[in-house]
């Protein structure tokens, strides 16, 4: 296994976490412990909004107690349910909220397969989300703009997608035209077809 040198202050919590998880290093310096989920994505690195044991878990500034106006980062060493524990230099435990990331060093952990709706044009084809969309794109569970968020993508990341329907037209960030496209990722939810590159087969906005 590649090893690196730890860049990160020592006694801070950046520190602690690449001392842990060597493997975050792989990218050089990712700031201050806010940004490195958006970072990590940016290099192309593995982001989950689940915790997984051996993760990095991100902290937003005032999540679960994280330190203002840095955020926190720590190692997951243990999961139970919507809770989860971390080896830290620093800071809390942790809970899953939308103010907490995992960094990923292998694959993420795949959400349940989704079942086609009635009405989707159920045929595979891959896209990746546009640069312009900053900082991320929020993927639904049904191709509706009011619908919960499951997770969120980042700005260059590529996907496989199992099927396309059309819902609410949402502003192509390219082409500032309407785009009633939905497209269902292979991993679950649904995103916005005017924040990603990519045309389903057969499909007009």
Same mark, same amino acid.
Request: aromatic share 10%.
């Given at each position: 296994?590649?090893?690196?040198?730890?860049?990160?202050?020592?006694?801070?919590?950046?520190?602690?976490?690449?001392?842990?998880?060597?493997?975050?290093?792989?990218?050089?310096?990712?700031?201050?412990?806010?940004?490195?989920?958006?970072?990590?994505?940016?290099?192309?690195?593995?982001?989950?909004?689940?915790?997984?044991?051996?993760?990095?878990?991100?902290?937003?500034?005032?999540?679960?107690?994280?330190?203002?106006?840095?955020?926190?980062?720590?190692?997951?060493?243990?999961?139970?349910?919507?809770?989860?524990?971390?080896? #830290?230099?620093? +800071?809390?435990?942790?809970?899953? &909220?939308?103010? =907490?990331?995992?960094?990923?060093? $292998?694959?993420? *952990?795949?959400?349940?397969?989704?079942?086609?709706?009635?009405?989707?044009?159920?045929?595979?084809?891959?896209?990746?989300?546009?640069?312009?969309?900053?900082?991320?794109?929020?993927?639904?569970?049904?191709?509706?703009?009011?619908?919960?968020?499951?997770?969120?993508?980042?700005?260059?990341?590529?996907?496989?997608?199992?099927?396309?329907?059309?819902?609410?037209?949402?502003?192509?960030?390219?082409?500032?035209?309407?785009?009633?496209?939905?497209? #269902?990722?292979? +991993?679950?939810?649904?995103?916005? &077809?005017?924040? =990603?590159?990519?045309?389903?087969? $057969?499909?007009? *906005?």
């Amino acid at each position: 296994m590649m090893t690196y040198g730890n860049i990160y202050p020592y006694g801070e919590c950046t520190f602690g976490a690449a001392e842990l998880a060597n493997w975050v290093l792989r990218y050089g310096n990712l700031g201050n412990a806010k940004d490195w989920p958006v970072n990590w994505a940016r290099h192309g690195g593995l982001i989950s909004g689940y915790p997984v044991v051996g993760s990095i878990a991100g902290f937003q500034p005032g999540c679960d107690g994280a330190f203002a106006p840095f955020g926190h980062v720590g190692k997951v060493i243990n999961v139970t349910g919507n809770t989860f524990t971390i080896d #830290e230099m620093n +800071g809390p435990a942790g809970r899953v &909220s939308s103010g =907490v990331k995992f960094l990923l060093e $292998g694959a993420a *952990p795949a959400p349940p397969a989704p079942v086609p709706l009635p009405g989707d044009h159920v045929e595979a084809f891959g896209i990746r989300v546009m640069p312009e969309a900053r900082p991320c794109v929020n993927v639904r569970s049904l191709p509706v703009i009011s619908n919960n968020v499951v997770r969120e993508i980042y700005p260059n990341q590529g996907f496989n997608c199992m099927a396309w329907a059309y819902g609410p037209a949402e502003i192509d960030l390219e082409e500032h035209k309407p785009d009633r496209r939905w497209y #269902e990722l292979a +991993g679950g939810g649904w995103v916005a &077809s005017a924040l =990603v590159d990519g045309n389903a087969p $057969g499909s007009t *906005p």
